[in-house]
């Protein structure tokens, strides 16, 4: 017998700059052809290695508006000084494609999705300790230090914001954090509520078969 037709899933992955969100997203998606990386629309300037289309949609902030003003970011927030946003077509593209939508976004946008879109399911990503943070961001090379600063007082914020999230992981070592992904998305596409009419159906059909089982051997129930 098939297994059941798993429904296409929100992810949201947020949590402080330098929590190694983009890392593991990346990794899954290497990994499982049913997720999908939502490419994220912003005004900042590509970093060295970044490719449009593929890191981000890099627009300018004329576009970036336009496209609000037409209604088609899902949701979008300033961080840094800088816009970013989710073009509402990465979800409708997953959804037609019957894949599951990774959004790596901040807390501002989690909040957002949450409104619109109240089945997503938000997972919130810590760093091991203060110090890796700071290590990897500098490892990371992508800032000066001015804008490492600012990344850091923003993780306040985003820290804060931890309760509001369903699931939290602390990414300390990249191979467990996936592992532990995987097994919380693969318990969220089994969920009764998130399947729907799907296990009603299928647990219909299979009483018809032990009746029809039964009818065959001439007994009934
Ligand atoms: P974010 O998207 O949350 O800002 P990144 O994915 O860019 O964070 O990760 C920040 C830096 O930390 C990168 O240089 C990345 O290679 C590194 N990194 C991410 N996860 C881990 C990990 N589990 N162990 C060691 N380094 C990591
Ligand atoms: P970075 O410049 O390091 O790639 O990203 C900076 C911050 O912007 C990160 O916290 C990241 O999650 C967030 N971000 C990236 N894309 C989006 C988006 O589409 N919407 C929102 N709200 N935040 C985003």
Known sequence: MQDLRVPSLLVVLAGPSGAGKTTLARLLITRHPDFLFSVSATTRAARAGEQ???????????????????????????????????????????RERGQHLLLDIDVQGARQVRRVEPEVLSIFLLPPSGTRVVERLRGRGSEDEDELRQRLATAEAELRAVSEFEYVLVNDELEETTRR?????????????????????RANRLISEIRRALNERGDTL
């Open 181 to 201: 992904l995987k097994s919380i998305l693969a318990s969220e596409e089994r969920k009764v509520a998130r399947l729907g009419k799907e296990a009603v159906e």
């Open 52 to 94: 449009d289309g593929v890191d981000y949609h890099f627009l300018d902030r004329a576009r970036f508006e336009e496209l609000v003003r037409t209604g088609e970011m899902l949701e979008y927030a300033e961080v840094h000084g800088e816009l970013y946003g989710t073009p509402r077509y990465n979800l409708d593209v997953a």
